[in-house]
């Protein structure tokens, strides 16, 4: 038992390190881009979705950097799965989330094409230099596009826009905000190196692979900020933000996270294992399609959907489990879970549809 008492301590210390880490990162940050006089709805849209995917990332390079490319893998398609089932599930759950007409047009559709993109070029067993060059390249242009149509939309988004404490313009000001920015670098830092040393002992003592706990554990961890972030702003009444968060911190962990990754792994690139291609990157891909028909029901996520989105989460993390027991009748489960959502999808649906006849 002393053997897996320190990993698992290791772990907890690590998410707690990277959840204060980011908290400090983004207030520094966003504090930082006003007093350069950067409008507060482009920090919304770009420094508070990097702040929350900054343990992905840096837990994604840690992992690089100790020859870990599984991990790193895991870590991204782990979260994006994790912000879809469970953080728009349990924000949805405390209030439905009404979905902005924007949000259906342009940024789910881009979030759907990016995660073929990236299952397409990963399905090589291979993510090379050259697609994380183009992976980067994809987030500068969106980040171009989100500031210049910024204008057009504003009357759509200035509802999400975070909440931002003020500060004095003046020397002690600026060295709170320098103090903020070194402090959440470094407890992310610390954090993601701790955490991916607790992981891969842990991985190593039950002998599973670290794809695995990458795909449970970190993923978890390092998605704390987005779920609080969405769970605070649902609380607020603040939908799109809720909404936002997850949508962005899933276009971020693929194109900055992965193709950062990409990069720092050089011209031998990021190792993409085979289970991840079979099973994690289409279920990710399928998790993100099935965001636009949700949206698209009375343009709000209700209560029941988000609770099938957790119930689709637990499934998951069941079918994980199962599978390293070698459960003998997993094959079975799967088509009994496959006909359980069917039946409950095209029970919601006629619901909808009686709903909409009688009024």
Do not use: H
Not at 22 to 46: D, H, K, M, R
Not at 233 to 250: C, M, Q, W, Y
Request: glycine share 8%; with cysteine; aromatic share 10%.
């Amino acid at each position: 038992m002393s053997d897996f008492l320190l990993p698992i301590i290791e772990i907890i210390l690590g998410v707690v390190l990277l959840f204060t880490g980011g908290e400090f990162f983004v207030q520094g940050a966003v504090n930082l881009s006003l007093l350069l006089g950067i409008p507060q709805l482009v920090i919304g849209l770009t420094v508070v979705s990097l702040g929350t995917s900054s343990p992905e990332l840096l837990v994604s390079l840690n992992s690089i950097l100790k020859g870990s490319d599984s991990l790193a893998a895991s870590n991204v398609i782990g979260s994006n799965i994790f912000n879809v089932l469970v953080v728009l599930g349990i924000s949805s759950l405390i209030t439905p989330l009404k979905v902005k007409s924007r949000i259906v047009r342009r940024d789910v559709p881009l979030l759907m094409a990016i995660s073929l993109a990236v299952w397409a070029i990963s399905s090589t067993g291979l993510l090379t230099f050259q697609a994380g060059l183009f992976l980067i390249f994809c987030l500068i242009l969106n980040t171009i596009w989100e500031i210049n149509t910024i204008n057009e939309k504003e009357e759509d988004t200035k509802d999400a826009e975070p909440d931002i404490e003020e500060f004095k313009n003046n020397y002690k000001g600026r060295l709170n905000i320098l103090r903020k920015l070194i402090l959440g670098i470094y407890l992310l830092s610390f954090g993601s190196n701790i955490l991916v040393n607790g992981s891969q002992t842990l991985a190593t003592l039950l002998g599973v692979n670290e794809v695995v706990i990458g795909l449970t554990i970190v993923a978890t961890g390092t998605s704390l900020p987005e779920l609080v972030t969405s769970i605070i702003a649902a609380f607020k009444g603040k939908t799109d933000l809720a909404i936002g968060n997850v949508i962005g911190s899933n276009l971020l962990n693929q194109l900055l996270i992965l193709g950062s990754c990409s990069i720092f792994s050089g011209f031998k690139g990021l190792i993409i294992e085979q289970s991840l291609i079979k099973v994690d990157l289409p279920f990710m891909v399928l998790t993100t399609f099935a965001c636009l028909p949700i949206f698209w029901s009375k343009g709000k996520i209700t209560r029941v959907e988000g609770f099938i989105l957790l119930n689709l989460y637990i499934f998951y993390i069941l079918d994980k489990i199962l599978f390293l027991n070698e459960f003998n009748y997993l094959a079975e489960l799967r088509i009994g879970l496959f006909i359980y959502f069917s039946l409950l999808t095209v029970a919601i649906f006629a619901k909808e549809k009686l709903k909409f006849s009688k009024s």
